[in-house]
């Protein structure tokens, strides 16, 4: 699960970086719904653990 969350976490990041990117200085903007989109994907990295301690449990799991 731990892996799972931090992947998609980090996919999600990436896609809306580019779709940022994408849209340009208009990407920042409230007018455009992916300055939303990137906001989200904020949360979503921290809630229930940054995706560093996502990456903690997954070693921790490894190892064990």
């Known amino acids: 699960v731990a892996y799972a969350k ?4 980090d996919m999600a990041m990436k896609v809306t970086v580019e779709a940022v990117q994408v ?3 208009y990407g920042y903007m409230k007018e455009y719904p992916v300055e939303k989109l990137m906001r ?3 949360v979503f990295q921290i ?3 940054t995706s ?3 990456r903690n449990i997954i ?4 190892f064990r």
């Not at 931090?6 to 976490?9: D, G, L, P």
Request: aromatic share 16%; proline share 0%; net charge negative.
């Open 40 to 42: 989200d994907v904020k």
């Open 47 to 49: 809630y229930e653990g």
């Open 23 to 25: 849209f340009g200085g």
């Open 6 to 9: 931090a992947f998609a976490a």
């Open 59 to 62: 070693v921790r799991e490894l």
């Open 52 to 54: 560093e301690i996502q």
